[in-house]
């Protein structure tokens, strides 16, 4: 499953399943329009970032050379990758991690939205209340993992994504919470 729309699609569906729960328009309309608004932000920014920065992914070296010999420039001595050049491509587009970035303003969006829905810090000790809003972030911690783990990220990339996510995330949960 992309993980980007991990972090849109099950916060979504947790709104809307509030929705039919409530019937409460005027709720749903500013969950969707914060959590819309920290994602896309986030991605617009994320992708921006990665166009300047350019830093080669993990595993940039099958992207260039996917027989696993490397080819070099008799006269430069210069590599010559031999893959397809839009792989190639890809692969300079490792820092930040966008998935990691949209996990945490989704998911993170998700879990300021259930922490106001179910009253988290109402001084009433319920432990379970805290288990469901960290549940979420629990999830974008799993995504920033296996980016790591599946030698698409190198740590400093998904540390990078997870302070984009997060730093969005406090802009668009504010939409919702002036209103």
């Known amino acids: 499953m992309n993980h980007a729309i991990l972090g849109v699609v099950l916060p979504l569906a947790i709104i809307l399943a509030y929705y039919f729960i409530r019937r409460d328009v005027y709720d ?46 008799p006269n430069t001595k210069n590599v010559m990758c031999t893959g397809v050049k839009a792989v190639i491509k890809e692969g300079h587009k490792s820092f930040p991690s966008g998935h990691t970035s949209c996990s945490f303003a989704g998911l993170g969006f998700l879990a300021l939205y259930l922490s106001g829905k179910i009253q988290a810090f109402d001084r009433r000790g319920h432990v379970a209340k805290l288990c469901i809003v960290f549940l979420p972030l629990l999830v974008a911690a799993l995504v920033r993992i296996s980016r790591v783990d599946d030698y698409w ?9 997870g302070l984009i996510g997060r730093f969005q995330l406090g802009i668009g949960s504010g939409v919702q919470e002036r209103q």
């Open 28 to 73: 749903l309309h500013h969950a969707i329009l914060g959590l819309l608004f920290s994602t896309f932000l986030t991605l617009v920014i994320t992708d921006a970032i990665k166009d300047a920065v350019g830093r080669p992914r993990p595993n940039f070296f099958w992207r260039c050379f996917p027989d696993g010999k490397g080819v070099y420039d």
């Open 153 to 161: 990220h190198h740590w400093q990339d998904v540390f990078a994504g």
